[in-house]
Each structure stands twice: as structure tokens, then as C-alpha cells.
């Protein structure tokens, strides 16, 4: 087989270390090249070279597409993440694997990959699944230039601090190993949004519910609050969660319709979650 670029990434997110195999190294033979367990660099056992500084990359995790990086997650909410490598060789292709890990290189969260044709995620390596390429991924805008973007939806309540690593194989695609450029990002982390979800920041954010007895179809409304994915989860009185969504607002929405057929005569909470905000709104089901 021959072997090719890698690119990868990791969220605790951590810094991942890329094999020699086009199909992603955690995927073909179960290695792990991450700091989350494993070298961080692309200079082990089946892998490539050692790091090169010929080759930088940058990992941003934001709550929408281009926008800036965050430094504080919500629970369970659903982030994009972007990885940009440059390679001063122009090399024409690249992979990546990535993890996401809270203390004690303990799994965090999920990944959704971005592209089908160009990443997967592994099975379980040492307790951990890994975003990783799915074969040579060609340069993305012109060679040494590369991008991959997916999505990571964070973990429950009490992971704490998630911290992202990144590493970024370029490869000259010539079958060897012998002269492919990896190196490993610098790590970003991000801390878990506290009880309070940094209310300075939310506290003129506007949330209406309408209407409120509703039947079948409840509207969320909202001013004021940054453009991004949210998660809505409604419950019953037990503590129960009955329904859960992410909706996205951006410039041009800021109201999202709520299906509430299926849910029986009765009172609820709906809570509201995402980009430091924290929201609970009763409502009555008639």
C-alpha cells in the first residue's frame, strides 16, 4: 500500500501524529498518533518523518462556519472545528486523525465528519475513536494549502476543561516515506462553561416563547444573541428529557419553529443551551 499525507487533529482536543497509511492509520492498524495516548508526532512505528517546522498548523473551534475561536464550551452543544495546514514545499496532498479528551485522556464528546469521501472515525483505539482521513486528501485551494472542517458536539455536563491537539502530515505522495513534512499544532483549550455560563455576556440576550399555552407548533424567538448552534431540550416535571434539537441562528434567522404534537397535556421546561448562554422557559401544553 502505498503510504501518504496525514493530517491530525485532537480535541482535549489533541495533537495527532499521522501514519503512513492513505486510509487513516487508527482505521487500517488501530494507531493512535496523538499526544492523547500516543507520540504526537509522525515519527513512530508505521508512520512518516519527524515534526518539521517546514509545515505550521492552525485548529479554531468556533460556533459557526468562519467564525472566531472559542474559549469556553457548553455542554452537549455542537461546535464547528476547522484544521488549516501550510506546507513551504507545496506538497500536494495531506491526511488527519483527530481525538477529543478531558483529563486522563479520557474521550470527550463526539465527532461529525464534514466530508464522506475524505474522513471516517475509528473504532475504539485504547478507549478513544479518532477523526481521521479516508484516503489522500488532495490540497484544498492550491498545493501546501489544505483545510478540513467537521463538526464536534461537546460532552455532558462535568467533562471539565477539553483540550485540542493538531498535527499535519504534508506528503509528497511518491510511495515513501522519505521526505513528507508533519508537524503538531499548537494545543487549544477550551473550558467548560460553568452554572452561572458566563452570564455577563448573555444577560441581554432575549428569549420568547409564543405561544405559551401552546398546541402543536411553539416558536422560540430570540434578540440579541450570537449567531450560532443552540441545543433545546424539553422535559417534564420529573427531570425527564422528553425532546432535544440544535437549531443554528445566524444573520438571516432568528426564530425557530418547535414541533410540539407529541408531547401530552401538561407543564414542561425548555432549556435553552449554547455559546455561554444557559435558558429555562416553563411552558404549558394544552
Not at 475509528?122 to 483545510?147: A, F
Not at 463538526?151 to 462535568?158: F, L, V
Not at 503538531?184 to 452570564?199: D, I, K, M, Q
Request: aromatic letters at 8%.
Amino acid at each position: 500500500m502505498k503510504k501518504k499525507v496525514l493530517l491530525l487533529v485532537g480535541v482535549a482536543f489533541l495533537a495527532l501524529g499521522l501514519s503512513s497509511y492513505s486510509d487513516g492509520p487508527g482505521n487500517h492498524a488501530s494507531l493512535n498518533c496523538t499526544a492523547a495516548g500516543g507520540p504526537g508526532n509522525c515519527a513512530g512505528s508505521g508512520c512518516h518523518s519527524p515534526n518539521n517546522s517546514n509545515t505550521t498548523v492552525q485548529l479554531t473551534v468556533s460556533n459557526s462556519i468562519g467564525g472566531p475561536q472559542v474559549t469556553y464550551y457548553t455542554p452537549s452543544a455542537v461546535y464547528y472545528v476547522k484544521l488549516t495546514g501550510v506546507n513551504g514545499s507545496s506538497m500536494p496532498g495531506y491526511g488527519f486523525q483527530v481525538a477529543a479528551v478531558s483529563a486522563g485522556n479520557v474521550q470527550a464528546g463526539s465527532f461529525i465528519i464534514g466530508s464522506s469521501t475524505d474522513q471516517h472515525t475509528t473504532p475504539l483505539i485504547s478507549g478513544l475513536q479518532l477523526m481521521e482521513n479516508k484516503r489522500l486528501i488532495p490540497y484544498t485551494t492550491s498545493p501546501g494549502v489544505y483545510e478540513a472542517d467537521f463538526q464536534w458536539t461537546a460532552p455532558a455536563p462535568g467533562a471539565g476543561t477539553v483540550t485540542l491537539y493538531s498535527l499535519l502530515l504534508a506528503a509528497d505522495g511518491d510511495g515513501t516515506e522519505a521526505g513528507d513534512q508533519p508537524n503538531a499544532g499548537t494545543p487549544v483549550a477550551l473550558r467548560e462553561a460553568g452554572g452561572s455560563y458566563v452570564p455577563e455576556l448573555t444577560k441581554n440576550v432575549s428569549i420568547t416563547a409564543y405561544p405559551n399555552p401552546v398546541q402543536n407548533k411553539l416558536q422560540l424567538s430570540f434578540s440579541n444573541a450570537a449567531n450560532g448552534i443552540y441545543t433545546v431540550k424539553v422535559y417534564d416535571m420529573s427531570g425527564k428529557a422528553l425532546m432535544s434539537t440544535n437549531l443554528e441562528l445566524n444573520a438571516n434567522t432568528s426564530a425557530y419553529n418547535l414541533n410540539t404534537t407529541d408531547l401530552k397535556a401538561g407543564i414542561y421546561q425548555i432549556q435553552i443551551i449554547g455559546n455561554n448562554l444557559l435558558r429555562t422557559i416553563p411552558l404549558i401544553k394544552n
